[in-house]
């Protein structure tokens, strides 16, 4: 089977990021504990996510409003749906540096284009919430759904569906449109805990079938992002 270019090329960055040693940098503001700086993938290349080291430095701009209208831009709850994990920012570092970089793992930036273009958490693709609620045999929700590593499963045969129904052949993970068997690790933001995009991709995704133990929820999104001066790159 042959890997397609841009694959070969994250697989390659991924195999250096990982044989790399952890430089110690002394610096007065690091990530966590453990982490001065990480390094991720993103659109093929590596960049190094660093928070602002500037102690008097602050948030400016959309992020830094305490107001939003709401509805639609309500706070949004801890726990968005049964089985998927909220986290934070110490786990988003982990998934980025290891889940992103490996590929085994896809953090979604789910917010419509014209906010993904202001800017964007290093190793983010944006995928909007709207693709993801596409019905089943639209064509950019397949192509996206199989980036994810999901497949579709085509015309199945009503024998199969019976032998599946009635457990004689394996049927996790799979449902009549899709097969989950090789989906991805998922983290999933927006703007930040009051913004529903992300929530309703997360929903719209279990509805199609994606197993809820693969989704993550990072409900700060970029306000929280950014409130801790966290690197953020342009697409």
């Not at 309500?74 to 934070?88: D, H, N, S």
């Not at 019976?162 to 989906?183: H, P, T, V």
């Not at 279990?206 to 950014?226: C, E, F, S, T």
Request: glycine share 8%; aromatic share 6%; charged share 20%.
């Amino acid at each position: 089977m042959k890997i397609p270019f841009r694959e070969m090329i994250n697989q390659l960055l991924a195999a250096v990021l990982l044989s790399l040693p952890i430089a110690a940098l002394a610096l007065d503001v690091q990530l966590d504990e453990k982490r001065p700086t990480l390094e991720t993938i993103h659109e093929g290349h590596v960049v190094k996510i660093e928070r602002e080291q500037n102690l008097n430095h602050t948030i400016s701009g959309f992020f830094a409003r305490t107001a939003h209208k709401c509805p639609p831009h309500c706070a949004q709850p801890i726990a968005i749906a049964p089985g998927v994990k909220t986290i934070g920012e110490v786990e988003l570092f982990d998934f980025l540096q290891n889940d992103v970089v490996t590929g085994s793992g896809v953090l979604i930036d789910a917010r419509l284009p014209e906010w993904n273009q202001k800017g964007t958490i290093p190793g983010s693709v944006n995928i909007p919430f709207t693709i993801l609620q596409a019905s089943a045999d639209d064509p950019q929700l397949a192509d996206t759904l199989h980036q994810l590593g999901v497949r579709k499963r085509g015309k199945i045969e009503t024998s199969t569906q019976l032998l599946e129904k009635i457990g004689l052949l394996s049927s996790d993970l799979k449902n009549d449109d899709w097969d989950f068997g090789q989906a991805k690790k998922l983290v999933l933001f927006c703007n930040g805990p009051w913004c529903g995009q992300s929530p309703r991709g997360i929903r719209a995704l279990l509805k199609l079938g994606y197993p809820a133990d693969r989704i993550h929820y990072y409900r700060g999104g970029m306000q929280m992002w950014q409130l801790y001066g966290l690197t953020t790159i342009v697409p």
